[in-house]
Each structure stands twice: as C-alpha cells, then as structure tokens.
C-alpha cells in the first residue's frame, strides 16, 4: 500500500485541511514543520490495524482479530500506540526526523473505539456469526484506511463532537503536566 504525503514536506507546510484532521485528532499546537515531517507517519498505526483486520476478516479468525485487541487497547491507555514504535525507533533514524507527537484524548479515543470493535468482531466469529463478523470485520477496515488515506479520523471527530474541540483537551493535558512538574511543598 502506498502511503502519500499530504503535505509540502520540501517546505514543511501543511494544507488547512490537514491541519484541521491532524488537530481533531488531537495533534494541536504543533507548527507546520513539524506536522509536515511526523504527519504521514501518523497514518503507520492505522494502515497496520487495517491489513491486520482485513487479514482476520478474510480468515474468519476470531483468534487473529482478538489479537490485534491488546495493541489497540495499548493506543487507548497510553500516550502512543505500539506500532508508532516501528517509526519512533527504526524509521525516524533512518530519515533523521521527529519522534511521533504523543496521543492525546481524540486519538486515544479512536483506539478504544477499535478495541470495542475487534472485541465484537471476534466474538461474531467465534459464535459462527460469520456475516456479522464480515460486516464488522468490513467496516473497521474502512474506518482504518480512512486515517490512512485522508488523515480523518472517524472516531476522532465524533469525540469532538461529543466531549467539545481538541484544543481543549490538549490545554488540560498540559494543565495536568504543568501540576506533576510543580514542586511539592513541605507538609
């Protein structure tokens, strides 16, 4: 699969558009540079998921679907997903660039979104629901290769829609950092 640029990577610009699907994932406040050079990579996560997907889906295999689970439960709880690894410690040095921008509550979000969703693939495989388990199996793919060809994220946009913009989210975040790093006063 070939995975283009959205952006001017030559200039390190990037175009409104992305900019906007890039911060409703949760990526804000990063300056043009930087989401030009790490953007395209953010799509790695979602590709692998997808063929990982389309692999359990074609097999009818509950066991290879259940076990994309833990690696997409993983992007839910913490500040990057597991295959964001094969960028961070292998690609990024080869191409001298940026580490990958840590997950925020959109993007995690979307994560949990796709546990739930393999979770009940698998289970609609397991039970011998095998048009269920194609059904779901189908439409998590398409929701993965979504991210992976125009860097909107599907579940990302409906958590904006439900708990408000990302914005606000990452200023909690960074609310939160700015307490943990505040010294402690003596009791």
Request: glycine share 10%; charged share 15%.
């Amino acid at each position: 699969m070939l995975i283009t640029a959205p952006a001017d990577t030559t200039r390190g610009t990037v175009s409104p558009v992305t900019r906007r699907r890039l911060e409703a994932q949760g990526f804000v406040g990063f300056d043009d540079a930087t989401l030009a050079e790490t953007g395209p990579w953010l799509r790695l996560a979602p590709a692998f998921c997808a063929a990982w997907t389309a692999a359990g889906t074609a097999r009818r295999s509950s066991a290879v679907i259940w076990a994309l689970m833990p690696f997409a439960a993983l992007g839910a709880m913490r500040r990057g997903h597991p295959f964001d690894a094969i960028y961070n410690h292998g690609i990024r040095h080869l191409l001298g660039t940026k580490r990958l921008p840590p997950y925020n509550p959109p993007r995690r979000f979307a994560c949990g979104v796709a546990t739930v969703w393999l979770a009940a693939t698998g289970w609609a495989f397991h039970a011998g629901a095998t048009k269920v388990g194609y059904g779901l199996g189908a439409g998590l793919v398409l929701a993965a290769l979504v991210p992976t060809t125009t860097d909107f994220c599907i579940p990302s946009f409906f958590y904006g829609l439900l708990f408000g913009k990302p914005g606000r989210c990452v200023l909690k975040v960074r609310a939160r950092e700015r307490q943990s790093e505040a010294p402690l006063s003596p009791p």
